[in-house]
Structures are given as C-alpha cells and as structure tokens.
C-alpha cells in the first residue's frame, strides 16, 4: 500500500526563546523536522509534505536542503492540527493509501513503530493513533479504548475526572486512510475550550461514519516533544547514547563513549578506535581499522581505512584521507584529497589541494591558499617530501620524487624530482649579538634609575 508523510511544522515555538523557528533547532546535527522525516523515509513515501508557518522562508530553505523533492505547504494562521493538515490537501491530491501524520518537534518516533501503524492500517482501521503509557499523564490527550477500538481522544482541557483517570496518552502521531482523511478534516469543528480545529476529532466522526479506529502501542521515549531548550538538551542525550550503542554493536570501540558525540549520519567502519573527546559533525565516513585519536574534530569527511587522525586535529568539509594516511596533532585539512599513506603529522594546514600517495609534509606547512577574492589548488606528487616550514602559494604544484627546503616559500612550480627552495640567504654578522644585548642591558639598567 502506498504511503504519504505530513510533517506539522508550523509552530512558533515561543518557550525556546529564539529567533529561530523551533522545528530548525538541531539534534545530532539535523534539525528536528529532518528526524520526522527520516523516520517516515523507511516507509518509501510516494509524497512527503511539510507544514510551515511561523519562520516558513527560514524552514523552506533548510527543507530544500534535505529534500529537493519536499513539498512546504503554508500554514499562514495556526488555528489548530486539523487545519494543519488541510493545508496538504492540495499536494495530496489524488493519493491513495496511507497517510501519516508526524510532528516537526518529535524526533524520535522509530521506524518500526509506523510500520506497526500500517499494519493496523491493513487490518481494516479506517484510523490508526499512536500512544503511550505515561509515568505522568498530565496534561496529555487520553485515548479511549474499549474492546481493542479506540473509540475518542479527549484533550485533557475537555476530559472528565474519569477520563483524566486514564494513562493511555496521544502522541498525536496519526496514520489515515488517504482517500477519507480530508472528509474527516472537514467535518472538524472548533466546539472546544481552545477555539482551534483539534486533528483528534477525526475519531469521533470516523467512528460516527461507521469507520473502525485502533491505537497502537510506542514506549514514552519515542514521544518526547521539544518545546524548551531544557528538552532540546534532553533530546540531544539521548540521541548521543543511543548512537553510542548502535556504534558500538557495530564493532567500534570507544575508550570513553560519554566523551564522544555523533551526528545523524556518522557512519564508522568496525575495528576503529575512537579515543576520548571526539566531535564528529555531519557528513563524517569512517572506513574499518581507523583510528581517531582525542580531542579531534571532523565534520564532511571522509578517512579511509587504516588512517590515523590526530589528537587535536581538525578535519573540515571536503577532507578526503586515503587507506593509511595520517593527519597528526594541530593539523587543519579542508577541502583536500591526501593520498594513501601520504603523512602529514603536526602544526600543518592544508586546503584546496591534493597531497600523492607516500608523500610526506613536514611541520608548519601551509598552503597559501586564499587571495582575498578566490581559491586556489595545490597540487603535491606522489613521494614528495614538503620541508618544515614551507609556505606554498597556490596555484602551485610540486612535483612526483620533489622536495622542498625547510622555511621556503614556493611561487613557482618545482618539477618531478626537483629540488625547491625560495629562501634568502643567511648572512652572519660576527659579535654582533653580544654588541646588540650589551646595548640593551646598558638602556635597562638607566630606565631602572
């Protein structure tokens, strides 16, 4: 059966106290509509929607970013969760299927727990709501449920005592039959303590048309909703031990995993040794039998196996570290391809380049590669030896079998097998520094009387 996403992301969000719309706040390097998203992409959706309101240019362009193929339909007035998700109504037309209804602000929803939806879905539920037994009900929506059917939600604003008795809650996540669920939106009044159009309702007239409801069970972690920056903290920690573990049941070591933080898309080879205090941002590729050492930082790139990277290194977008290569202590690498088994141990930053295989890159290199206007490539030959100090002002290539001497500076291309030096000549002056710190130590002793 076919399946299409709504993604509520319309609310403002006032209690994050931001200029930045709720939904756009991020866990694990992903903001948190992008979650919903993930979650409802293990279903194959034929058409995703996204519902924007307050901050809605801001949300469209992130949206753009994660899924050209996102539709941002407006919600220009929040008058409620069913008149949220009318406003899919026209990029929705014509499906049939399921439609599932998920949150902006609740990352956690898994996978498995919508597929256990449509499965309820196939069993003949016109209208299938998922919840959870809360440790503290609160203020949450009850579901009613009697002989396995759900027969209505009640807001805990509109409940009675003995449905606020009740610990069954509403997640608020909904999965409907495509070709009724906008018969039902339509039918919803906003008779209520709120004023607004409660996408709840839509059991009640279900059930009013002869429609069959059911719920279906999730854990009360999967629901938790961000609405503080308290709550965004709580989320992102148990986001990290839950990347944690999957990473170690991938065969990962990590010497000290409460010291390490992931991003939504890490991926990490088994046997890699993760040492402690390691950030990896977004976008990071791991092969097997790597090892990071502490106090790295790497974000949009990929290590090849067998490499080894830091302590303290700093691997930036576009870092691409061939099978053995090292990037050792205080090394920056952006936008730079360093060949297999090519080092480039210590105090080094190299950007916008390409470094061969087996070549070497002695401390302090830099590669001069911003002109205040454009960049500009480097390109280092396989077995090249870079001496300490080098400054290579790109464009400029140094050729296979080079080398160049300590502290030049290099302008000009050195052939395969040359050797570069751009340095000026030292010159010594015989007991002149002893003259110069007489001279200085005379003009201290004055200043002292």
């Known amino acids: ?59 469209r362009a992130e949206a753009s970013e994660w899924d050209e193929d996102l539709v941002v339909a407006l919600q220009e007035q929040q008058l409620g969760t069913a008149h949220a998700v009318a406003q899919a109504r026209d990029a929705l037309e014509g499906a049939e299927g399921d439609v599932f209804i998920l949150y902006g602000d609740t990352p956690f929803i898994r996978p498995e727990t919508l597929s256990m939806m449509a499965a309820a879905r196939a069993g003949g539920a016109a209208v299938v709501v998922l919840g959870f037994e809360a440790a503290d009900p609160g203020r949450y929506g009850r579901l009613i449920v009697e002989g396995g059917e759900l027969l209505r939600i009640v807001e805990y604003k509109d409940a009675t005592e003995a449905e606020r008795a009740v ?25 209520n303590a709120s004023g607004e159009y409660y996408l709840t309702d839509i059991v009640g007239i ?90 790295s930082h790497l974000e949009g790139c990929h290590v090849g196996a067998r490499a080894i990277v ?7 977008p576009g870092a691409e570290l061939g099978n053995g290569a090292r990037v050792g202590n205080f090394v920056e690498i952006k936008s730079a391809e360093i060949g297999e088994g090519a080092k480039v141990n210590h105090l080094t930053y190299i950007g916008d380049a390409n470094v061969g295989e087996a070549a070497n890159i002695g401390a302090g290199t830099v590669t001069c590669n911003y002109d205040g206007v454009f960049k500009h490539r480097t390109e280092i030959g396989a077995r090249a030896f870079i001496g300490s ?6 464009p400029v290539r140094v050729g296979e079998d080079a080398m160049t001497g300590s502290g030049s500076v290099i302008t000009s291309d050195v052939p395969d097998g040359a050797l570069g030096l751009g340095r000026a000549r030292q010159t010594n002056k015989d007991g002149l520094a002893r003259k110069i710190v007489a001279k200085l130590r005379a003009a201290r002793d004055r200043g002292r009387h």
């Open 167 to 191: 610990t069954f809650c509403n997640s608020g996540v909904v999965c409907a039959d495509a070709a009724a669920l906008f018969d039902l939106i339509d039918a919803v009044s906003n008779d």
């Open 1 to 59: 059966m076919a399946s299409h996403l709504v993604v509520l992301a319309a609310g403002q969000g006032s209690r994050m106290n931001s200029d930045l719309p709720k939904v756009l706040h991020k866990v694990g390097g992903a903001p948190l509509f992008a979650h919903a998203l993930n979650a409802g992409a293990a279903l194959e959706p034929e058409r995703s929607v996204l519902i924007a309101g307050h901050g809605a240019e801001a949300v």
């Open 389 to 394: 100090s080098t400054m290579l002002v790109a």
């Open 206 to 295: 279900a059930r009013d048309r002869g429609l069959r409801c059911a719920t279906v069970a999730c854990d009360e972690a999967e629901t938790l909703g961000i609405n503080t920056r308290a709550e965004l903290t709580r989320a992102e920690a148990l986001f990290q031990a839950r990347r944690r573990t999957e990473i170690l049941e991938d065969g990962v070591t990590l010497v000290a995993p409460e010291t390490v933080f992931f991003a939504h898309d890490t991926h990490i080879g088994r046997d890699t040794v993760v040492e402690p205090n390691v950030v990896f941002g977004p976008g990071v590729t791991v092969e097997s039998g790597a090892t990071i050492r502490a106090f």
């Open 310 to 316: 830091g302590p303290y290194a700093r691997l930036r």
